[in-house]
């Protein structure tokens, strides 16, 4: 395993750049972080229509989110690849098809576990909010969202830890992510299969685990910071 390493870590690492497209764990962690940096205001924006006061407001995106949770990210990916660019004229490459996939899934999912998260606050939250003079929007920034992202915070950091093994789709389409060029050294190296999928799999492995470890250290520097003076005082 370590000479299989030694002899194709630089095109795991970025596939064929600089002479071809960027690829490999690079364009794999590239296009995750995208997606999640994209996916996370519109997940909160889309979390926070869902419970809404207003129907107008609360049942389009209620529609949008049970529409796109029911369909498989796999067929979304083909649907943008290749029915999109017929019906419209207008093709997107590889890396930008899934990038667009990965924020309105990802999008769409964090919404669920933001609404989850201040539904399961008490209603005298927001009703003390307001009594002291707060606007709905100054509720929700300063006293709800606080308190509800603080609740679902493993929820948002499994869903982030989905996202990167979900870039691994990106084969299907020919993206150079990590798992296409592992498949591509595994035609190289033919009689080597199970060493190449341990390197492919450990370095998900390190991947997830390092964003897991990260979020609980931000997760334990949470716990030990109030939530907000706002928060403090509406509290039943």
Known sequence: MIELIHDYWLYFLVGQYPNGPLGGLT???LLSSA???LAMPLGLLL???RVSPWRAVRWPTAVLVQIVRAVPLLLVVFWAYF???AVTGVKTGQAT??????VLFDAV???EIVAAGIRSLPKGQLEGA?????SYGQALRLVILPQALRHVLPSLVSQLVATIKATSLGYIIGLSEVSFIATQVNTL???RAVEVYIVLALTYFMLCFGLSRLAFLLERRMNRRPVSAFATKVTP
């Open 27 to 29: 364009l794999t962690i």
């Open 97 to 102: 098809t899934m990038l667009m996939t990965l």
């Open 130 to 134: 307001r009594s002291l003079g707060l």
């Open 83 to 85: 029915f999109l660019p």
């Open 35 to 37: 997606a999640l940096v």
């Open 47 to 49: 979390g926070v229509a």
């Open 189 to 191: 190296v033919f009689t």
């Open 109 to 111: 999912y964090l919404a």
